[in-house]
Every structure is written in C-alpha cells, then in structure tokens.
C-alpha cells in the first residue's frame, strides 16, 4: 500500500503561493471539462460567496488533488510536482483566476494583474520552463499559456479556451441588475472558501498504481486513456518526443472511443475472444514483456499506423482508392463492426504488400 502524506494545503491559495510548479504529466488527458460542469462550478462559488459574507468559515469541499514529487527536481529552484489526479480541478481554476484577474484589471484597475499573476499564476523571477505556476499537458499549454499570459490567442476554440471565455462572459455579468456578483468576494471564495484535500506521494510509491486506483472519480477515464498513461510512465528520456510525433498524432485522428476500439481490434488480431470490456488488462499482459523503451517508442509507432487504418475504416471518404472507397462505403452503411477486425488485417496487410 502506497505511503501518502496529506494535509500539504487545503486551499487554493495554499496550493499556489510560494515558488512552485504544478506539471501535467505527459500522459494525462487533455483538459475535458466542458460548459455544465463550468456552470456547476460557478453556480456553487456565487452561492459560496454570499454564504462567506455571513460565515467567513463557509467553505465548498471541491475534492482532492494528489500529487507526485517531479524526477526533475533538485537542491535548489522551483519545487516541481507531477499532478497525479486533479488536473481538471487545478487547471480550471487557474483559467477562472486569470478570467478574475483580467476582469479586475480592466474595470477596477492593473494593481490586480500584478498581484493575481504574481501570488497565484506565475513565477515572477524563475527561467521561461519553471514560469508558469501550472504547467499543462503539451496539447494544451499553449492555450493554457495564452490565457495567462494575456495574447491573441486567449480564448481559443479548444476546452481551454472555451473556459476562459465562459468565466469571462459570466464576470462580464457579474454587475447586472438581474444577477449581481460581488466579484471581490467571489475571488475571495475560490482562493479561501474551496477547500481542496492534498495528498502527495513518497518517494517510491508506485504512482501509476494510484491513479488506476484513483479512476473511480471526477471524469471516468476510458480503457485508452489508462493505457496511454500507462505507456508514457514507462517511458522517460523518449516521452516527449513519443508523445509530440507519435501520440498526439493518433489521439487527433480518433475520438476516446475510437482509440479504445483500435486497442482492442489490435488484441483481437491475436485473440479472436478478446473482450472489448478487457483491453487495458490486456493491452498491459502484453506490453509488460516489452523491456526497453525503443519497443515501447515500436508499439506507439504501430498503434499510428493501425490507427491510420482504422481512420480509414471509420471515414470511407479518407480512401484515395475509388473501389475500395466504395466498399468501405457500403460497410459502414450497413451499421456493422463485426467486420473491424477483418477490415483492418486486410487494409494492414495491403500497405505491405
């Protein structure tokens, strides 16, 4: 059983001052939360709000963030952490922090981008990697980025910037007759009244066993989502590189389920009575005989190609081949999948031919 130590902060606010940076593992899913849980959030942080101008205890258990000592760290410098789970939480409130700040900057004055960007999004006087408080997954960083550091490009059309633009848009409110916000106390609820449970990891423990342990809160994780973690916590000096060229490529070209499909379609190749329902336990019997990472960079490398294939499979109009085109057609018009696994073998074997 993995030793845990709690109680590191259990406040926004103590989670992001000092000199600190929270980093979203290569292998966390990109940023997912989307319009209704923003909604839920800002919803339980008004009423929070106006609770904490009668009670200024009042708080909002908002759940836990764990969190893992970075390989990367040293004597001295920026304390880095790895976001084991907690990542959507962190992330979203770093995005409504900046939506604040960037509220309270144009209608009350620049003192708040100073302090909000200083105390709670970055670090002011550290090297350009060690800058931001959070550092996202690379798919999202620079979207995350971009809201932070106030560009062109903030409020992109990706889930980043969909949340900066809805908090915006709900500040932007705030002071209307119909739905009045006292946006001082509302950034006092998020930083002070959002009570947050951190656990960080010892040295030693088997992270990725926790976060498979983990999987049973906040956004269910598919089968393909754990087996992306999986392989991205085995690799090291290649998961950078791994995950620009290889997997990030592949998560583009097929949706969450989609990928889940792929892996299980590349056990069936093998095992005819593979079960869809297995593919992570599966997929991870296989891998684990894979001892050195260039076989791990190898299976990432093929699961692209496969995926390709399967791209091909799903969207018949992606097939440069007028005759196979058609048939692929009239497959996916009859609503069948039991011919998948045939369909790729066929359409893999004939790229070798």
Not at 211 to 220: R, V
Request: aromatic fraction near 6%; proline fraction near 3%.
């Amino acid at each position: 059983m993995c030793q845990t130590d709690e109680g590191d902060g259990d406040t926004l606010k103590e989670l992001l001052e000092g000199t600190k940076q929270y980093q979203v593992p290569l292998y966390q899913r990109t940023y997912s939360w989307e319009k209704d849980q923003h909604e839920r959030l800002w919803s339980d942080l008004v009423l929070l709000a106006e609770d904490r101008q009668v009670n200024r205890e009042a708080t909002h258990f908002l759940g836990s963030v764990v969190l893992a000592p970075s390989p990367s760290n040293g004597p001295t410098g920026v304390h880095r952490y790895l976001v084991v789970d907690g990542q959507q939480r962190l992330t979203t409130l770093s995005i409504l922090l900046a939506a604040v700040r960037d509220h309270r900057a144009a209608t009350e004055g620049a003192q708040h981008r100073d302090r909000i960007n200083e105390q709670y999004l970055e670090n002011k006087w550290e090297s350009e990697d060690a800058r931001l408080k959070l550092s996202p997954t690379q798919a999202d960083r620079d979207s995350y980025r971009a809201c932070i550091r106030q560009t062109t490009a903030a409020g992109s059309a990706d889930g980043i910037g969909e949340a900066y633009r809805y908090f915006m848009g709900r500040l932007s409110a705030a002071s209307s007759e119909d739905m009045p916000v006292d946006v001082q106390a509302l950034e006092e609820a998020v930083l002070l009244g959002l009570a947050l449970v951190s656990v960080t990891a010892q040295k030693g423990d088997n992270v990725h066993r926790i976060f498979e342990s983990l999987n049973n809160t906040g956004l269910q994780l598919t089968q393909g989502d754990l087996l992306r973690n999986y392989l991205f916590m085995r690799l090291e000096g290649n998961a950078e590189e791994a995950y620009t060229d290889l997997w990030l490529p592949l998560q583009k070209l097929l949706a969450p389920k989609q990928l889940e499909l792929l892996f299980w379609l590349d056990l069936v190749q093998e095992n005819p009575k593979a079960r869809q329902s297995n593919v992570y336990s599966d997929q991870v019997k296989r891998l684990e005989r894979l001892q050195d990472e260039r076989a791990l960079v190898d299976e990432i490398t093929r699961f692209l190609h496969l995926g390709r294939l399967l791209a091909v499979i799903l969207n018949p109009e992606r097939e440069h081949d007028q005759d196979v085109r058609t048939r692929l057609t009239r497959l996916k018009a009859w609503g069948t999948t039991t011919v998948y696994p045939l369909l790729l073998h066929l359409m893999d074997r004939r790229g070798t031919r």
